[in-house]
Nanobody, 129 residues
Framework: EVQLQASGGGLVQAGGSLRLSCTAS????????IGWIRQAPGKGREEISC????????YYANSVKGRFFIRKDNRKNTVYLQMNSLKPEDTATYYC??????????????????????WGKGTQVTVSS
């Protein structure tokens, strides 16, 4: 059974940092593109970052560019999202998503990956001002 598990959320003051982790079971990350999507209360989903497979191409939304960094550790089957200089507007539930294949590789780095097939349960990030 394919499962994604996101963790690492919490409460942090503005300007602080958190690192989210997304660990997979039931498949290996080698051939999967992995993304992070967030949703704040009353707002739509926002694709914020994604990392491809073979060459590790990445995508960052403008809202997080220069503050958030994504990396993949295939040995641990884990993707990390390092979030620095957090702002109150970063408050949201963060979901990791994944899908396999070259098509999703291209979609991932284009930033339009909300339709990826595998979703983990979200982890809550709250940034206080």
């Amino acid at each position: 059974e394919v499962q994604l598990q996101a963790s690492g959320g919490g409460l942090v003051q503005a300007g602080g940092s958190l690192r989210l982790s997304c660990t997979a079971s039931g498949f290996t990350y080698d051939d999967y593109a992995i993304g992070w999507i967030r949703q704040a209360p009353g707002k739509g989903r926002e694709e914020i970052s994604c990392i491809g497979t073979k060459d590790g191409g990445t995508y960052y939304a403008n809202s997080v560019k220069g503050r958030f960094f994504i990396r993949k550790d295939n040995r641990k089957n884990t993707v990390y999202l390092q979030m620095n200089s957090l702002k109150p507007e970063d408050t949201a539930t963060y979901y990791c998503v994944a899908d396999e294949g070259s098509m999703w590789e291209r979609i991932c780095v284009s930033g339009d990956f909300v339709d990826m097939g595998y979703w983990g349960k979200g982890t809550q990030v709250t940034v206080s001002s």
